[in-house]
C-alpha cells in the first residue's frame, strides 16, 4: 500500500537524484571550462630554486655558438642580449670532456669576462662510470659552479618490459647523488623526447629521480620534448614533477606529416613507420604553451636556469633553402648580423613572456 509517507520519501529521493544530477553538470561545466586555462590558484609548493624576488635566469645554450671560440661566442651572446650562456662541455662542444679540467676555466672567464653568467654547462655525465665524471665535478667546484645538465638515461628496449629497466637506473642515480654531495654539485637529467629515451616521457625521469634529494639530483624539464610527448596534457606532469624541476629548456614545436615514411612490417621502434613528427619553429609559433608555463613558474617561484636552445630555420638572403640556426656557419651560412638579431629576437620573446607572468 502506497502511503503518504512512502510518497514523500519518493519525491525526496527524486528531489535530491535530479539536484545531484544538476550538480554533476555544474561541476563538469566547470571542469571543462578550467581545461582551457591553466590552473595556478591555491596553495603550491615552491620551486626548489626559489628566492625572495628571484626569477628564471634566461640562458643561451652555446650549442649554437660553435662556430665561435670562447671570447666571441660570449661577446656574440651578451650582444643579443642574453644576461647568461649554458656551455656545452661534452664531445664535440666547446670544451671537450678530456680537456675539461684545463678549459672550462678558460669558458667559465670568457663568460665572465663579457659580462654573462654560468648557472649551467651541458655535460655526458650519467653515472659515476661516465668517462672524467670526478674531473668534470672537481672543476666545477673550484669554479664555484653547482648545476650541470646530464643526458637522457639510455634507450628502452621495447622487446621486453619497461619497468625493470627504469628501476635499474636508480642505484646509478644514487651512486652519482653521493658524489655531487661530495663536491657540492647537482646533475640535472634532461627531458629529451626523442623515440626509446628513458626519462623522454618526462614521466618516467620524475619517476626515477623523485626520491633524491634536489641538493644533489633534479630535472632539467625540456618544454619542448615534455609538449612532444604529453601534449596540452604536459601540465600534469609539471605539476607532480615541480619539487625535482631545478632547470627548464626551451624550444618550440609543432606537428608535421611526413611523406617518405618506411612501409613494410613494424619496426622494433615505433615511430620510424608512423607518420607524424615534430618539426622545431621558431619560439612562439608553435604548440609549446609558453605563456601558461611562465604564469605556473611564476606561481611556484621558479628561479633556475632557462636554458634557449635556438633549433629553428632562418631564411637567408640567397640561400636556396632555409638554414637551421641551432648549429649555423657564421658567417659563411648564416650573416653574424641576422645571428645575432635571430638571438634578440627569441630574447625579446621570453623577456616578454616574463613580464606577463609578473616576474
Do not use: C
Amino acid at each position: 500500500m502506497v502511503t503518504k509517507k512512502s510518497l514523500a520519501t519518493r519525491r525526496d529521493v527524486v528531489k535530491s537524484l535530479g539536484a545531484a544530477a544538476w550538480l554533476s553538470s555544474a561541476a563538469l561545466a566547470q571542469q571543462r571550462g578550467n581545461r582551457s586555462r591553466t590552473q595556478v590558484d591555491g596553495l603550491l609548493t615552491p620551486s626548489p630554486t626559489a628566492v625572495p624576488g628571484g626569477k628564471p635566469l634566461l640562458t643561451l645554450y652555446s650549442i649554437s655558438l660553435q662556430w665561435a671560440d670562447y671570447d666571441e661566442a660570449a661577446d656574440t651572446a651578451a650582444k643579443a642580449g642574453w644576461p647568461a650562456i649554458g656551455w656545452t662541455v661534452r664531445g664535440g662542444g666547446h670544451v671537450l670532456p678530456e680537456n675539461v679540467v684545463r678549459d672550462l676555466p678558460k669558458a667559465v672567464a670568457a663568460a665572465k669576462k663579457a659580462g654573462l653568467q654560468v648557472p649551467i654547462i651541458i655535460t655526458p655525465i650519467r653515472d659515476v662510470e661516465s668517462p672524467y665524471a670526478e674531473a668534470y665535478l672537481e672543476t666545477m667546484s673550484k669554479l664555484g659552479l653547482r648545476y650541470y645538465q646530464a643526458p637522457t638515461l639510455a634507450q628502452y628496449d621495447y622487446t621486453t618490459d619497461l619497468q625493470p629497466q627504469l628501476d635499474a637506473w636508480k642505484p646509478r642515480i644514487e651512486q652519482l647523488a653521493k658524489l655531487n654531495e661530495k663536491y657540492g654539485t647537482t646533475a640535472v637529467y634532461h627531458v629529451e623526447g626523442g623515440a626509446g629515451n628513458i626519462g623522454g616521457g618526462a614521466w618516467d625521469l620524475w619517476l626515477a629521480v623523485k626520491d633524491f634529494d634536489t641538493k644533489y639530483v633534479g630535472m632539467d624539464l625540456d618544454l619542448g620534448h615534455a609538449t612532444m610527448k604529453g601534449g596540452p596534457e604536459v601540465w600534469e606532469i609539471i605539476r607532480f614533477a615541480h619539487k625535482n624541476i631545478l632547470s627548464i629548456a626551451s624550444k618550440d614545436i609543432r606537428w608535421a606529416k611526413k611523406t617518405d615514411t618506411p612501409q613494410g612490417p613494424r619496426r622494433s621502434d615505433p615511430s620510424e613507420d608512423w607518420p607524424w613528427t615534430a618539426e622545431y619553429v621558431l619560439p612562439g609559433t608553435g604548440m609549446v604553451n609558453f605563456k601558461a608555463a611562465f604564469e605556473y613558474m611564476k606561481a611556484i617561484g621558479f628561479a633556475g636556469s632557462f636554458l634557449h636552445y635556438s633549433e629553428y630555420f632562418v631564411n637567408v638572403p640567397g640561400a636556396k633553402q632555409p638554414v637551421s640556426i641551432l648549429r649555423p656557419n657564421v658567417p659563411k651560412e648564416v650573416p653574424k648580423e641576422l645571428y645575432i638579431s635571430s638571438l634578440r629576437r627569441d630574447y625579446d620573446f621570453y623577456l616578454k613572456m616574463l613580464a606577463q607572468a609578473g616576474f
